[in-house]
């Protein structure tokens, strides 16, 4: 069995950091890529930045660029995003998707997701 768990959300004045991780935990071989998505109010989850094992990072919305940082640390399986300059734009449930090697499978696995709210 595999978990994955969001958690560092909560509400921000804008303008301040937060620093989101992802923890996955259970029986598997490695962890493959892990990313960061978000879903807005009436919105489609979209994909905001991946990073691979080896620490290649993509950032797939443009307007995180050079706010958002993520990270990895592979000996606690652990993804970070460290958010700065936040604005309400960003007000969003925060999801960690991590690819996770078990064996002869590779399979994508969820959170629960994170709140951040950006408000004053």
């Known amino acids: 069995q595999v978990q994955v768990m969001e958690s560092g959300g909560g509400l921000v004045q804008p303008g301040g950091p937060l620093r989101l991780s992802c923890v996955a935990s259970g029986s598997f071989f490695r962890l493959g890529d892990l990313g960061w998505y978000r879903q807005a109010p009436g919105k489609e989850r979209d994909l905001v930045a991946t990073?691979?094992?080896?620490?290649?990072?993509?950032y797939a919305d443009s307007s995180v660029k050079g706010r958002f940082t993520i990270s990895r640390d592979n000996a606690k399986n652990t993804a970070y995003l460290q958010m700065n300059n936040l604005n309400p734009e960003d007000t969003a449930v925060y999801y960690c998707?991590?690819?996770?090697?078990?064996?002869?499978?590779?399979?994508?696995?969820w959170g629960q997701g994170t709140l951040v709210t950006v408000s004053s």
């Open positions: 990073i691979t094992s080896g620490g290649s990072t993509r």
């Open positions: 998707g991590a690819e996770v090697v078990q064996l002869s499978t590779v399979k994508a696995f």
